[in-house]
């Protein structure tokens, strides 16, 4: 415990898989400016999450051959492993899928996801596409954490999902559901040293 503030200590001990990751309004890093990222895996190994306000223009059957016809545009869920294809969703009947929250899954049984959008069973609009991930060495969210980068929050799956919630809207929603002074940081300027 040496060497150890206590303020890091407090964050190990929060459970972060589920949460969000909400990045502090003057983030100076432009792959994570204003961005809400849901963690999916956090364990003495690492830290794994997938940004949920950052769309692309590419449409997922141009990324993926098995699902024409889908045009759901893909998100950049972070800037780690950029060739790899990634999903979270509410339908917890998807064989091999991974409870991440209540109403929120990653991952499962990808053939059966295509064969039930083109059959039509499940809703497009209930699955999220992902090009590579937000990703985190042991103790480097910690150190992240304490240098005050991110605010940790939650979102229901709801919003999660929520295609009518603009990428730049679902920060401000996320900063305000933290409440108290948290939530006074929706109204802060992209680029403060302009006003």
């Known amino acids: ?9 407090r964050f190990r001990s929060i459970k972060m898989k589920g949460r969000v990751l909400i990045s502090e309004p003057f983030m100076p890093d432009p792959t994570f400016m204003r961005s809400v990222v849901l963690i999916a895996e956090d364990d003495k190994n690492g ?3 997938f940004v949920l306000n950052q769309q692309t223009t590419h449409r997922v059957d141009s990324i993926v051959e ?31 899928c991974v409870a991440i929250k209540d109403g929120v899954f990653w991952g499962g049984n990808f053939e059966q996801i ?14 999220k596409f992902f090009v590579g991930y937000s990703g985190w060495a ?3 969210l910690e150190a992240e954490l304490e240098e005050k980068s991110w605010i940790v929050g939650d979102l229901d ?7 009518d919630i603009q990428d730049g809207e679902l920060w401000k929603l996320a900063i305000r559901s933290k409440g108290g002074t948290d939530s006074l940081l929706a109204n ?6 302009l006003n």
């Open 157 to 163: 799956a709801e919003h999660i999902f929520n295609q």
């Open 114 to 127: 295509c064969a039930e959008i083109i059959a039509g069973t499940i809703d497009p609009a209930g699955i």
């Open 188 to 193: 802060s300027p992209i680029y403060p040293n």
């Open 1 to 9: 415990m040496a060497g150890k503030s206590l303020r890091s200590i």
């Open 47 to 49: 830290t794994v999450g």
């Open 138 to 140: 042991t103790d480097q």
């Open 66 to 96: 098995m699902i024409q016809g889908l045009n759901n545009l893909a998100y950049q869920g972070g800037p780690v492993e950029l060739q790899s294809f990634h999903y979270i969703h509410n339908y917890k009947h998807i064989a091999d």
